[in-house]
């Protein structure tokens, strides 16, 4: 009896052209190379920007990071004199490093759990569903927003809404933004607000399970919470696991929220590493430090990322893996 | 038509259109670009003095950009990369000495000699303020002082007689403590914590706080600095000056909702040039005076007439003489300051200044007289900071020494340790 997965490919896999007669290889490299010449063509404008405006400045930064420029005057080369202050006597750095992983560890965990949550609510067909999708997405769009920050700095200042709440409910009000412990915390907060975007990555992830898993599991006697356990959660682990990584990369740029809303402060407990190599670039106008500390940046990331991947296959369950 | 000569006809026309735009540039009249910072008043005033400008000089059209101050140096630093940079910009006092020193300012010396623009009713002390090693790089705008913004109103309320021009910061303790402790208020939220304060300090002592080459700190004994944080911290424990996280709330809305206007604080700092906008948000009926700045026991005053702000000519323009002219229609005509009306500062010609006093306003009035009170006894005005200023003060001053003695981390002689090594790391590059 064979498996029914034999007979279909799987996703990715090549299929083979067949065999052509020898004669009738030239005419296919003509029309070959012509279709990429077409191709080539129509992604001209995104290339030449990519190389203009991407690739050429990525290449200069990387130039710049090893020299001392600072806009009014050309850069000499320094050797490696950026990264040694900055590891060794940049004792903002330091800080704004450890801001930043807090910031990431804190927020990327709370907005996967709250994307997941309510996604799982809101997979239903119910009527208007379609406005609570679009109601809990519109966050993560304007979430990024200048506007969005200086509306949060209202909210959370001296007799901004939250403290009204909290005198309503007879507590004192907290200065949030003063107070060196919760400062951080409004930023993780605006953060996790926008789980709009992940949310609906795992609303696709969730219709592609299978209703019969579920049924099949009722009639075993699962429980809800045995069946998500069981079934949702492995299912979804390679949705988690993209989410993760989008989550933690986009969460070490983060700069809008902590550049309007706190500005670093207090005490650098908000001076996020974007907003850290800004002043130093702009304000300060040490743009090889900064170009230094935007490359420390990318290999921070890529490590994490790589760590990622490499963990993954521990825990991240590919249904196309399955013999 | 078929499509495809249409799409080729119409892409003709677009280009066309494109290159005669950017030809259109115009050739009869000569092109002046300026750049400033400041508020929406100070725009609409030099926007009105330019347009009286280009209405009296038809060949002259002056293209203008600006912004606040925190986008200013960004914005202008990339022109100057761009080669860019406008024929008049306004300067600062911080980063005076950085641009020059770079070659990026002209020498507006020639200027004043042949007398395009006329300094005849300018003190020398004010030429001077804008001169490195007697090059004058930039030409003030207006005479500026640090000052504490005093309500009569709390103070007699308080029970409290105004202090003596020459008072100590033994008497401003005394007087903060009574003000906090009658009217239940901050006698004065933050500011106090400005680095002009330490400045201040060593300008009493008769020193300054950066050595003549700019190299490191010029002064030796750090405790009149240590002595005045140690006297901040009390006045944080008795609750007369705002805590580090009361601080945080009571700057956070602006100068319209500043405690001093809300009736939260009896005192503030300010620059003489900037309590416009604090008197026009405090209105009619409040008893605002402008008082110099205590000073240690036995000091000097702790005040000089700072130029508020330059006009320099950037070495880049290409008309510097139509530049020229247009900084002495600035500085001397009268019109034109009926305008300005001293926002940026008293002005620096003797003749505007008495042209403009019968017209002043309470606040108006009050600036003049107060300029002229620090003027009296005012000690010289201290050389423009050295280059490395902005990093020392925004990454060193600020993170590391004074917001950690605020928030009580760190005390002041562990502060002062930090502040010397940093002054002297970042400053060494200056050699």
């Given at each position: 009896m064979s498996k029914p997965a034999a007979a279909i490919p799987a996703p990715g896999s090549v299929t083979q052209e067949p065999v052509q007669p020898r004669a009738r290889q030239k005419t296919k490299n003509k029309n070959f190379k012509q279709n990429n010449l077409a191709g080539y063509l129509f992604i001209s404008p995104w290339l030449i920007g990519f190389l203009l405006f991407g690739l050429i400045p990525l290449i200069m930064s990387f130039a710049l990071a090893f020299t001392d420029y600072d806009i009014l005057s050309g850069g000499d080369f320094i050797g490696l004199d950026n990264f040694h202050r900055m590891f060794f006597e940049d004792a903002r750095y330091g800080r704004s490093v450890l801001a930043t992983f807090r910031y990431v560890f804190a927020s990327v965990p709370l907005r996967l759990i709250f994307a997941l949550a309510i996604a799982m609510l809101l997979n239903t067909k119910r009527r208007g569903i379609y406005w609570y999708r679009a109601a809990y997405y519109v966050p993560s769009v304007i979430g990024g927003s200048v506007a969005v920050a200086v509306m949060w700095r209202q909210i959370f200042g001296r007799d901004g809404v939250v403290n009204a709440v909290a005198n309503l409910l007879g507590l004192e009000s907290v200065n949030w933004f003063g107070n060196p412990d919760t400062a951080i915390w409004t930023l993780i907060l605006l953060a996790v607000w926008q789980f709009g975007s992940p949310m609906l990555i795992f609303l696709a992830g969730l219709r592609q399970i299978p209703q019969e898993m579920y049924e099949s599991a009722s009639i075993d006697g699962a429980n809800g919470w045995e069946k998500f356990m069981r079934i949702t959660l492995p299912l979804l682990t390679p949705i988690i696991f993209f989410n993760l990584i989008l989550q933690t990369i986009s969460g070490f740029k983060v700069f809008t929220s902590a550049f309007i809303v706190t500005g670093g402060a207090p005490l650098?407990?908000?001076?996020?590493?974007?907003?850290?190599?800004?002043?130093?670039?702009?304000?300060?106008?040490?743009?090889?430090?900064?170009?230094?500390?935007?490359?420390?940046?990318?290999?921070?990331?890529?490590?994490?990322?790589?760590?990622?991947?490499?963990?993954?296959?521990?825990?991240v369950f590919y249904e196309t893996e399955v013999k | 038509m078929s499509t495809k000569k249409f799409s080729l006809a119409l892409l003709i026309i677009l280009t066309l259109s494109m290159l005669s735009a950017t030809m259109v540039a115009g050739q009869d009249t000569l092109e002046l670009q300026m750049t400033w910072w400041g508020s929406q008043n100070r725009h609409d005033r030099t926007i009105a003095v330019i347009e009286a400008y280009e209405a009296e000089n038809p060949g002259i059209d002056i293209v203008y950009e600006f912004s606040n101050f925190t986008d200013y140096w960004p914005l202008l630093q990339t022109k100057a990369a761009a080669g860019q940079l406008p024929c008049i910009m306004q300067h600062d006092y911080a980063f005076l000495a950085e641009w020059a020193n770079r070659g990026l300012l002209l020498p507006l010396n020639p200027y004043f000699e042949d007398g395009t623009i006329d300094v005849s009713n300018v003190a020398q002390s004010i030429i001077d303020s804008g001169s490195i090693d007697g090059q004058a790089y930039g030409l003030s705008l207006g005479t500026n002082s640090p000052a504490l913004i005093l309500d009569v109103d709390q103070f007699e309320a308080a029970g409290l007689e105004l202090p003596p021009t020459d008072w100590t910061f033994a008497d401003?303790?005394?007087?903060?403590?009574?003000?906090?402790?009658?009217?239940?208020?901050?006698?004065?939220?933050?500011?106090?914590?400005?680095?002009?304060?330490?400045?201040?300090?060593?300008?009493?002592?008769?020193?300054?706080?950066?050595?003549?080459?700019?190299?490191?700190l010029g002064y030796e004994d750090d405790q009149p600095f240590i002595d005045y944080l140690n006297m901040l911290i009390r006045l944080q424990e008795s609750g007369a000056i705002a805590t580090a996280e009361e601080a945080v709330e009571a700057s956070a809305n602006g100068h319209e909702n500043s405690p001093i206007v809300t009736g939260g604080e009896a005192m503030r700092y300010q620059w003489s040039n900037q309590v416009v906008s604090i008197f026009a948000a405090a209105g009619e009926g409040r008893n605002f005076r402008l008082w110099p700045l205590p000073r240690p026991e036995g000091g000097a005053s702790a005040n000089y007439l700072k130029p508020s702000m330059f006009f320099s000519i950037p070495s880049q323009c290409q008309n510097p003489d139509e530049a020229a002219a247009f900084i002495n229609y600035f500085t001397n005509d009268l019109e034109a300051n009926e305008i300005l009306f001293a926002e940026r500062g008293v002005p620096i010609s003797t003749e505007v200044q008495e042209h403009l006093r019968p017209m002043l306003d309470t606040v108006g009035t009050e600036t003049f007289d107060f300029i002229a009170t620090v003027a009296e006894d005012a000690s010289p005005v201290p050389p423009p900071e050295p280059q490395g200023w902005s990093d020392l003060s925004a990454n060193i001053f600020g993170p590391e020494v004074i917001e950690p003695i605020q928030y009580g981390l760190i005390t002041p002689e562990e502060g002062m340790v930090i502040l010397r090594e940093g002054a002297a790391d970042i400053l060494s590059q200056n050699e």
């Open positions: 650098d407990t908000t001076l996020f590493y974007s907003l850290y190599l800004y002043n130093r670039g702009f304000a300060n106008f040490q743009m090889g430090y900064a170009a230094a500390m935007a490359w420390v940046m990318l290999v921070i990331i890529a490590i994490l990322t790589a760590i990622s991947f490499k963990l993954s296959s521990y825990w | 401003f303790e005394q007087i903060a403590n009574q003000l906090h402790e009658e009217l239940g208020i901050w006698a004065i939220s933050y500011g106090m914590f400005d680095p002009q304060f330490w400045r201040g300090i060593y300008i009493s002592r008769g020193e300054w706080i950066f050595n003549e080459e700019g190299t490191g």
